[in-house]
Nanobody
Framework: QVQLVESGGGLAQPGGSLRLSCAAS????????MSWARQAPGKGLEWVSV????????YYTDSVKGRFTISRDNAKNTLYLQMNSLEPEDTALYCC??????????????WGQGTQVTVSS
């Protein structure tokens, strides 16, 4: 069955960095677009970043542009999110999600449980 397991969250100071990982199994990882989304306490779900299956396209929400980098290793079935220059506003539960196809034209059909990121001094 499809499994998405996030790791790498934790406590970081403002201006610090974290690298999130999402280990995927149960499907042909290289064939599907993947995304990171986050939910802060008391707020709705926010799409953070998207990467197509062939890495031909990436998307970032405005608030993380220039600070976050999404990447994937199709040989290791792993999705990454490098987060630099962290801000308190980045505090949230970060989840990875699998699209139903190779690009953003497909709905997301599987989600991980998430990894908590807390940015505080």
């Amino acid at each position: 069955q499809v499994q998405l397991v996030e790791s790498g969250g934790g406590l970081a100071q403002p201006g610090g960095s974290l690298r999130l990982s999402c280990a995927a199994s149960g499907f042909t990882f290289s064939s599907y677009a993947m995304s990171w989304a986050r939910q802060a306490p008391g707020k709705g779900l926010e799409w953070v970043s998207v990467i197509y299956s062939d890495v031909s396209y990436t998307y970032y929400t405005d608030s993380v542009k220039g600070r976050f980098t999404i990447s994937r290793d199709n040989a290791k079935n792993t999705l990454y999110l490098q987060m630099n220059s962290l801000e308190p506003e980045d505090t949230a539960l970060y989840c990875c999600a699998k699209a139903g196809g190779s690009n953003s034209n497909y709905a997301y059909d599987y989600w991980g449980q998430g990894t908590q990121v807390t940015v505080s001094s």
